[in-house]
């Protein structure tokens, strides 16, 4: 039996090159589902809607292959039915 659709929502800390911080955002816009928050001193903010947990590791993957990125850190990730965000 398939699984019901999920809605994965995660906060990430993404740890970069102060100097790279304009370029590491450009290509960060390309990964889906991905917005960025805030960034300062070489730290980024970003949220992202995903929808499955393999979607979250494949995404942060994603993030780290950046130049100038050196890591990035889950720091919060919540996730429901979709029909259960639907219905609120």
């Known amino acids: 039996m398939p699984r019901a659709p999920e809605v994965h ?3 990430l800390v993404i740890q ?5 911080t304009d370029a ?19 730290k980024a903010v970003v949220t992202l809607v ?3 947990a393999a979607e979250v590791v494949d995404r942060i993957a994603l ?14 990730h919540h996730y429901e039915p979709a029909d259960a965000i639907d219905a609120a």
């Not at 970069?16 to 790279?20: A, F, N, T, V």
């Not at 390309?30 to 001193?41: I, K, P, R, T």
């Not at 993030?63 to 919060?76: C, S």
């Open 9 to 11: 929502i995660s906060s």
């Open 16 to 20: 970069h090159s102060p100097d790279r």
């Open 24 to 42: 590491v955002r450009e290509a960060a816009a390309s990964v889906a589902g991905l917005e960025w928050c805030a960034a300062e001193n070489g």
């Open 50 to 52: 995903t929808a499955s």
């Open 63 to 76: 993030l780290n292959a950046i130049p100038g990125v050196h890591t990035t850190t889950m720091v919060y």
